[in-house]
């Protein structure tokens, strides 16, 4: 079962109905003890980072999300979910993240050239880094769908796949059982259903 976190930051009916048609048993819980029972596990996030922090911590579903990830259980984070990932994040102050991948989130304006719109919207090819397990039904060049306005900047390590938007962005990482994905897959049609489908087929490591 892959248990689809719910903290109040998103919403959820565009994944679910992916999984769904991927066949996957996913279940949306906010309950960190059905969490802790899942095979594997997908933080999504819209919104701001501060606020979503909050939230987890809140719930303490940030400790259970740290100690599951620790134990090998895969975890996915999309979009926000995947800046969560990060140490620390630069949205409007400094905040601290879940510290599962080594970087930080910082904003577009001033690194990318001027005359692109903020925020990054619309469908991008993904370079390929480093071979994933993600990417085992998708091929480079292949485009996703973007809606943000920060990315993962120092995650030299763990980046799996860039977006060209002026500069390089991250669009993927993974570092080991923990993948993160700066696009939508629920919203970047049958590439996407590949994707969230190589995620599902993840198991403990």
């Excluded at 003890?33 to 909050?54: H, Q, S, T």
């Amino acid at each position: 079962m892959t248990a689809v976190v719910d903290y109040g930051v998103g919403n959820l009916f565009s994944l679910c109905s992916s999984l769904k048609a991927i066949g996957a048993e996913a279940t949306v819980t906010g309950d960190p003890e059905v969490i802790k029972k899942a095979d594997r596990i997908i933080l999504p996030g819209v919104g701001a980072f501060e606020d979503a922090a909050k939230k987890l911590r809140d719930s303490g579903i940030d400790s259970v999300i740290i100690e599951q990830a620790k134990a090998g259980v895969p975890l996915m984070g999309i979009c926000l979910g995947m800046q969560l990932l990060f140490e620390e994040s630069y949205e409007y102050g400094r905040h601290i993240g879940l510290g599962l991948i080594q970087g930080k989130v910082v904003g577009m304006k001033d690194r990318i050239p001027e005359e692109l719109d903020i925020p990054h919207m619309g469908w991008n090819a993904l370079k390929f880094h480093k071979a994933s397990p993600l990417f085992k039904y998708i091929n480079e060049g292949d485009c996703v769908y973007f809606v943000h306005s920060y990315f993962a900047d120092q995650c030299e390590g763990s980046l799996i796949a860039s977006a060209e938007y002026g500069i390089d962005l991250t669009a993927a990482v993974q570092e080991n059982n923990v993948f993160g994905c700066q696009f939508h897959p629920e919203k970047s049609g049958e590439v996407g259903l590949k994707i969230l489908k190589a995620f599902c087929e993840e198991g403990k490591k």
